[in-house]
């Protein structure tokens, strides 16, 4: 006889003690074919609990065998209640569990059987019938014989209880007699649904029989048809469905033979999905009611019958119900045998994963479903925001525009057949790769993507973002914001932010040179921030002058019209800090909107770009405009404080030196310390200057980000400062911002020169970036986007008045400036990921988590000074 094992699930050995059950598990442990971990048994439990396994109570007077068989059976079950725990914790882990004990009641055996089920995992008996006389003889042989009396009852009770087992609801019932326990073979299942990544796998989105499109999408993936016409990948990848590629569109049945042909080849997958499963019922003859697209199905198969005839239009439904019927729920992908990515049609809860039930292959269809709208279309709750397990869910389902990225879940249904796109997201790369689609094959008035670009400003869901999120970015990939930044971030744009329409965009921080100076007398020197890009590949290089102002974002419409159609209100525009705050007053924000829209429509410049909008990033002067109360709580009282006490103490070393005392060097010291002082107020008070209304407010833009319908992250750095100075034409409250090209060795000394004499001054620095505004290294990976050079005057306002003391510099040439640089790349693509989006008209909720996630990595700890 051969039995055959699930790869997880409840098996239950039957029959009365002595059938050979231990003995049956324990060769079976001996030879490999199952773990000692996966066997458990009421008698291991009694003597867990209660240090024996066995009481005897027969000889007993009656007295003592009542305390003692009442012992035995609390004993019992506490055990069977321990036991039980572990049973229900190893089936929701999806484990294997072997029971062993006699379960002769049917009620015993229900009980592990709805346990199944409701861990959707299958049960199975194994039932041992052995003679009385064999189990009599047994029990002799025992150590502790059970007894005749006991024996007898057992064989009794399952006698007349083994006939139901079959009807009880057991995936699979084995009856073995006792003389074919030696030759019984097991066997065991491996997981169906598991797969190994192998060379790479492309997920592909909801075809809806574009299959056109899908042949479009293979190419451009690198896939080539061989002499059977099965497209391969000469690097061996394979490519899976996440479901739903048939109907809708207009080759259903091309589309379904094709994923047939590749399955039965072994060099793709498909999932089961809504669509399949009901054209797999209609196409066994099953009554179902053929809308939403379906009934293109049929019409297809009334042609391909009118063409071929009946006959072979029922032989190809018949293996096209087949196939549909075999797809799995999902899909289980492993990389070096650990799970790390798994898909789904419709999504999937993480205590179904790698298990098959028809409660998971009806969750995986459909999603998480509540009641139906007045359309009588179900209404889709955000399952994912459960999801905890580390495995990436890849799904579809629900058509969005874009690629849902979010809690380490990715919809690419981009509703191709309604006019959007086939997207692929190719593993372990982790890239998308889109195909437009042709046209509009629906004929649907409610086109769902076309109301989804409608409740675009819908707000987020906070519960998508609470517990952590990732954000996947094109530069720099997955972007994961843990929960523990992510809630004061949340609480931050809850209470202090712009509306969140209006905040698209946060601008990256900016890390100082990687490696120290390495003059004696500098912190930071250009020199580093020029080698770093040469190290790098880079020639050519950008400086531009580094205003002490504060970092402020304009997004600037045409007009009232324009606004609303991309931040839902009325509205000139925005100013706002770069942690997302307002950086004006409502009446002065008002003021600077209409002078400058009044500028830019004057010049024409909304009409010469053809957009709707402008969106700058800035430095807005002077200083004390938003730093007015750090300046005076603290650099002005330090400043004036140090300024005093240093003097007094020069003072008082100078009549100690008129009384003849040796205090020439503490003179000296003191010297070099009030002039550390001094410097130190010159330098802030450089970049304060009083305002009155609108005078003397400046605002020195440096990158022109974004005009409707295009970003400007191709163009170089030059470009961008030619812009700011076209800007500077427009309006009086726009300052040009000086730069240099540095492209060579007399470039790059005439730009220290420049640095050094600006410096001196008391200016802040310059800002070294590459030629253009995205540049990566020959390995392919993003470089720093600027890098700031601050001077050594500047510095005083950073580090303390005395940082240039020789043993306060020694110490802070120690830096380390890591962190910074890798939360500034992060930074610099989700900014640039959310502006993207913005031009793209995405929703303001994937807009919003990469400006939430910006500001959750901005509270993280970084030194302040860096």
Not at 400 to 428: E, W
Not at 659 to 686: H, P, Y
Request: charged share 25%.
């Amino acid at each position: 006889m051969k039995i055959q094992l699930p790869c997880a699930g409840i098996v239950l050995l039957i029959g009365p003690s002595n059938s050979g059950k231990t003995t049956l598990m324990n060769n079976w442990i001996e030879q490999g074919l199952i773990k000692a971990s996966e066997v458990v048994s009421s008698d291991q439990f009694r003597l867990l609990i209660g240090d024996t396994d066995f009481i005897e109570w027969g000889n007993r007077p009656k007295d003592e065998a009542d305390v003692l068989m009442n012992t035995y059976q609390t004993l019992s079950q506490k055990a069977f209640q321990s036991m039980d725990s572990i049973i229900e914790t190893r089936a929701s882990l999806n484990k294997l569990t072997i029971i062993d004990a006699t379960h002769l009641y049917s009620d015993d055996r229900l009980k592990y059987i709805e346990l199944a089920k409701k861990n959707h995992v299958p049960s199975v008996a194994i039932v041992l019938d052995t003679p009385i006389d064999e189990l009599m003889l047994r029990d002799e042989r025992r150590d502790n014989p059970r007894g005749k009396k006991r024996i007898k009852q057992q064989v009794q009770v399952f006698s007349k209880n083994k006939r139901f087992i079959k009807k009880e609801g057991f995936h699979h019932e084995y009856f073995v007699k006792h003389n074919e326990i030696k030759e019984l073979l097991l066997t065991r299942y491996t997981n169906p649904i598991e797969v190994d990544i192998n060379r790479g796998i492309d997920f592909i989105g909801d075809v809806h029989a574009c299959y056109d499109e899908l042949l479009e999408l293979l190419n451009s993936l690198g896939y080539e048809p061989n002499g059977d016409n099965l497209f391969i990948h000469p690097e061996g990848r394979k490519f899976v469905s996440v479901g739903d590629v048939m109907s809708r569109g207009p080759k259903s049945i091309e589309s379904m033979i094709f994923f047939k042909k590749h399955v039965d080849a072994g060099v793709a997958y498909m999932i089961d999905s809504n669509h399949g499963w009901k054209i797999a019922r209609w196409l066994g003859g099953r009554s179902v009611t053929l809308s939403h697209g379906d009934e293109k199905v049929a019409e297809e198969f009334d042609q391909y019958a009118s063409t071929h005839g009946i006959e072979k239009a029922n032989i190809l439904k018949t293996e096209l119900k087949e196939f549909l019927l075999s797809a799995p729920s999902h899909y289980v992908f492993k990389k070096n045998g650990i799970r790390v990515a798994v898909a789904a049609h419709a999504g999937i809860k993480d205590e179904y994963i790698g298990k098959q039930s028809f409660t998971v292959s009806d969750f995986c269809r459909y999603g998480d479903t509540a009641h139906s709208d007045d359309n009588l279309k179900p209404v889709r709750k955000d399952w994912f925001t459960g999801h905890q397990s580390k495995e990436l869910i890849i799904w579809g389902h629900d058509p969005k525009v874009q690629p849902l990225v979010i809690n380490n879940t990715i919809n690419i249904d981009q509703g191709v057949v309604f006019g959007g796109s086939l997207t692929a997201f190719r593993y372990p790369e982790k890239r998308f790769v889109s195909i437009k689609a042709k046209q509009d094959y629906s004929d649907m008035a409610d086109n769902p993507l076309s109301a989804w670009k409608s409740m675009r400003l819908n707000p987020p869901n906070i519960a998508r973002f609470i517990k952590g999120y990732s954000v996947l970015t094109e530069h720099f990939g997955q972007i994961k914001v843990k929960d523990g930044v992510v809630k004061s971030a949340i609480d931050s744009v809850s209470h202090f932010t712009v509306p969140i329409e209006e905040l698209i965009y946060i601008p990256p921080t900016m890390s100082p040179t990687p490696e120290p100076s390495k003059l004696e007398d500098y912190l930071e020197h250009p020199a580093e921030a020029f080698d770093y890009y040469r190290t790098n590949g880079i020639e050519t290089m950008v400086v531009q002058k580094k205003h002490m102002g504060s970092r402020g974002i304009l997004l600037l419409f045409k007009d009232n019209e324009a606004a609303e159609k991309y931040v839902g209100r009325q509205t000139l525009g925005t100013i706002y800090t770069r942690n997302g705050r307002p950086f004006f007053s409502k009446e002065t924000q008002a003021e600077i909107l209409k002078r400058l829209n009044k500028g830019l429509i004057q010049s024409g410049y909304f009409e010469k770009y053809d957009t709707d909008f402008v969106l700058l990033d800035a430095e807005i002067l002077p200083w004390n405009l938003k730093a007015n109360e750090l300046i005076s709580s603290q650099y002005a009282h330090v400043a004036e404080a140090a300024i005093m006490d240093r003097s007094k103490l020069k003072e008082s070393l100078g009549s100690a030196l008129e009384q003849g005392r040796d205090v020439e060097s503490w003179i000296l010291e003191t010297d070099k310390r009030l002039s550390n002082a001094l410097t130190f107020r010159e330098v802030f008070q450089k970049y304060c200057w009083n305002t009155n209304g609108l005078d003397g407010i400046q605002i020195a833009p440096f990158h022109v980000l974004a005009h409707s319908h295009k970003t400007f992250f191709n163009m170089p750095h030059s470009w961008h400062m030619e812009m700011n100075k076209e800007l500077s034409t427009i309006s009086d409250l726009f300052i040009e911002t000086e730069y240099k090209i540095v492209s060579d060795e007399a470039s790059q000394k005439d730009a220290i020169r420049w640095w050094e004499e600006m410096t001196e001054e008391g200016h802040e620095g310059f800002v070294v970036k590459p030629e253009f505004f995205i540049t990566k290294n020959v390995k392919g990976s993003i470089l720093q986007p600027a890098i700031k050079v601050r001077g050594r005057k500047y510095l005083h306002i950073i580090y303390g008045m005395d940082y240039l003391l020789p043993e306060n510099l020694k110490r802070l040439k120690q830096r380390n400036v890591t962190k910074k640089q890798k939360f500034a790349l992060m930074e610099f693509a989700l900014g640039m990921e959310g502006i993207n989006r913005f031009v793209k008209e995405d929703s303001i909720e994937r807009i919003h988590e990469c400006v939430l996630a910006t500001i959750a990595l901005e509270a993280d700890s970084i030194d302040p000074r860096l």
